[in-house]
């Protein structure tokens, strides 16, 4: 979650990678990518898929920075993403599109069960692979997903 407010909420979903490779992207830019070659973006969410968003570390500070918590933020311009690259920032985690609620939506989701709220760690941004973020995430909240229950239906 970036934002939160009376207005309505903007997050990010972090455990949807794409089959696009941060070093190809990076490419185009004319910019080196500091982190691995396996490295994917991720789909952020559904809103405005022809958007790019980054992750990183909270010590890196640009004009439209949003500080998420302590050790990460959320930057979105192109100056972020060139200097970052070329600073080597290992911390770095792109994605594209965004999720959003108007007002009042999110609440009503997690009222009814919709969501399982939980703090977000810089391991679960920056170090576990985005197809892990799920199960570690419960796992770090003491959650067994064979007893979640979707519509009376266990998910699995």
């Known amino acids: 979650m970036i934002q939160h407010d009376q207005q309505g909420a903007l997050g990010l979903i972090l455990n949807a990678p794409t089959k696009h490779n941060c070093t190809e992207l990076v490419d185009s830019f004319g910019v080196p990518w500091p982190g691995g070659t396996d490295a994917v973006i991720c789909r952020g969410g559904p809103v405005e898929p022809q958007s790019l968003w ?47 609620w108007g007002p009042g939506q999110l ?25 892990e973020v799920w199960r570690k995430s419960l796992d770090a909240l003491g959650i067994n997903p064979a007893f979640l229950v979707e519509g009376g239906h266990l998910i699995q």
């Open 107 to 131: 609440e009503n989701e997690i009222a009814t069960g919709s969501w399982i709220v939980g703090d977000a760690g810089t391991a679960l941004v920056f170090d576990w692979p985005p197809e």
């Open 54 to 100: 980054m992750l990183h570390d909270d010590g890196w500070g640009f004009p439209e920075t949003m500080r998420v918590t302590d050790g990460f933020a959320v930057s979105r311009s192109r100056e972020a993403l060139t200097r970052m690259c070329n600073g080597g920032e290992e911390h770095l985690r792109l994605l594209v599109g965004y999720a959003g």
